[in-house]
């Protein structure tokens, strides 16, 4: 008897480590991954969609407040994903143990509580504007982030395979398109995940691998597997460190009068409780000058700084030069000629040009794409890749990944600024001795005001075309010096002293990519 007792007692002492042990490894999640609470409404909802507020005061059906170990309080709104089932999601930003209380009006949601514990790891964050060096990003830990995006339908299938296709998650496809992007260097998306996009919510072919967004494309009526694969698309973005976009839609495709204000902002909570766990960006609306009203675009900003609680970086896809200098702004994004990109620097913010006439095969060939690119960062701009074509390994990719590479590997991209009167009055960003970069477009010659710098710099021509280097001379720093290129094919100048350590070192390696050998020298 004894035995037996003995033995019912270990067997229970293995049962309960075993349980113990699991529940560590459920309730245990890394700091800035993404904790998960499902729940069970008990209530009887016929659309429990619609029970989402669509304006900007009223709190969501259910939100959680989640405690930190430094009394770090993060309240956010849970979201519908389909039967009776609502998620709350939240990311830890400090290791330690976290509770949580819920609140709803269902008795399956509300005052529901617990807790976990978020361990240190290796993320750097969420990205977000840099406020000291205020024309750059950098991660929240205050590692420099260098913004190259690429421009990629996250959440729908599209016609080109350079912008996703038909690439699946559930076969790996959509993954091996952001291995080839990743390891080109692009650190985000544009466009990326939208609402209502143009022209294929209208045609009623936006669609993935779990159908519409919306069944029979009624905007009342949300499908919750399209947002379940839209989860898995921005997560292999952001586990190769892509942040993913986010946008509404067009005011051009009528949103405002085909499904109104009340639903769009419906929606956008939706989106945004769903994924601000996730290393994002909100891109309210495309073309939001065609509104012909600031004070729609304010009222969205506004929305979406109030019920995001990690204040993900907000912008809109062109706008009138009054939203530019607003708080909920928090950078610009453009769609202008690249040598116009400076002028939008005097508002203190990253200013993205996306569309400046390179789009690659509708627009631009892969010569025009690298040219047009160049000239962006030269005006101190960031800057958005697109092709329409399907190839992602294309010339103009390429080029463009030794862009990446060149910035992310051997500068302080970080403190580049906009110097012309450095350059003989042409295009050219610096950190006034210490580190200058300029571009030639047809080689020739350039002098450069060195006066700023008092020692001695490294200075190289950079092939992009080629990504190799060819040394320039050690310039003596105090006067104005010529510099010559090594033909009339494009250069770029890049002089340096000894304390300009690139911030990061992730490079861009183009992996993969195929090279059209009688185009690219």
């Not at 016609?159 to 990743?182: E, K, M, P, Y």
Request: charged letters at 15%; a negative charge; one cysteine or more.
């Amino acid at each position: 008897m004894r035995h037996q007792l003995t033995k019912l007692n270990f067997t229970y002492c293995v049962v309960a480590l075993t349980m113990f042990f699991w529940s560590l490894t459920v309730h245990a999640v890394e700091v800035y991954g993404v904790y998960e609470v499902t729940l069970t409404a008990t209530g009887s909802y016929a659309n429990p969609y619609l029970e989402m507020p669509g304006d900007n005061t009223t709190p969501g059906f259910v939100t959680a407040t989640f405690t930190g170990p430094n009394s770090e309080k993060i309240t956010i709104d849970g979201f519908w994903d389909g039967g009776s089932t609502w998620k709350i999601r939240m990311a830890p930003t400090a290791a330690g143990t976290w509770s949580y209380t819920t609140s709803s009006v269902d008795q399956g949601l509300d005052s529901k509580s617990g807790s976990f514990s978020a361990t240190a790891s290796s993320k750097k964050g969420f990205i977000e504007v840099d406020p000291i060096n205020t024309h750059h990003f950098r991660w929240s830990d205050g590692t420099p982030f260098f913004f190259s995006a690429v421009s990629t339908l996250i959440s729908n299938f599209s016609s080109n395979d350079a912008q996703g296709g038909s690439r699946r998650v559930d076969d790996g496809t959509f993954q091996a398109l952001a291995d080839i992007r990743a390891g080109q260097g692009f650190t985000a998306t544009f466009w990326g995940f939208c609402g209502f996009n143009k022209p294929q919510f209208v045609g009623k072919t936006q669609k993935n691998e779990g159908g519409a967004p919306f069944t029979n494309y009624d905007p009342d009526l949300l499908n919750p597997a399209y947002h379940q694969y839209g989860d898995q698309r921005v997560a292999a973005l952001n586990d190769r460190g892509i942040a993913s976009m986010f946008n509404i839609g067009w005011p051009d495709q009528g949103i405002a009068t085909n499904i109104g204000h009340t639903r769009l902002k419906r929606y956008w909570r939706y989106l945004i409780a769903r994924y601000a766990a996730y290393n994002v960006i909100w891109n309210i609306f495309g073309e939001g000058i065609e509104w012909n009203d600031d004070a729609i675009s304010r009222d969205y900003g506004e929305l979406t700084k109030a019920w995001d609680p990690y204040k993900h970086p907000v912008t809109e896809h062109t706008s009138p030069q009054a939203s530019k200098s607003e708080n909920w702004m928090d950078f610009i994004t453009l769609q202008q000629s690249a040598n116009t990109t400076s002028s939008d620097l005097s508002f203190n913010k990253p200013v993205i040009n996306a569309e400046f006439g390179a789009y690659e095969v509708y627009q631009a060939t892969p010569d025009v794409v690298r040219n047009l690119t160049w000239d962006v960062r030269m005006h101190g701009g960031y800057f958005v890749y697109e092709s329409w074509g399907n190839d992602p390994k294309s010339l103009g990719a390429y080029y463009v990944s030794l862009i990446n590479n060149f910035f992310v590997s051997n500068t302080q991209y970080n403190k580049l600024e906009y110097h012309p009167e450095l350059f003989s009055g042409k295009p050219g960003i610096s950190n006034p001795g210490i580190e200058y970069v300029t571009y030639l477009i047809k080689g020739g010659s350039i002098a450069v005001d060195l006066s700023g710098s008092s020692g001695t710099l490294t200075a190289q021509w950079y092939n992009p075309r080629t990504g190799t280097f060819t040394s320039a001379g050690s310039p003596k720093g105090g006067s104005v010096i010529t510099f010559s290129a090594p033909d009339t094919n494009d250069w770029v100048l890049h002089l340096k002293d000894g304390t300009a350590v690139p911030p990061s070192s992730k490079t861009a390696i183009p992996t993969g990519v195929t090279i059209n050998k009688k185009t690219n020298p």
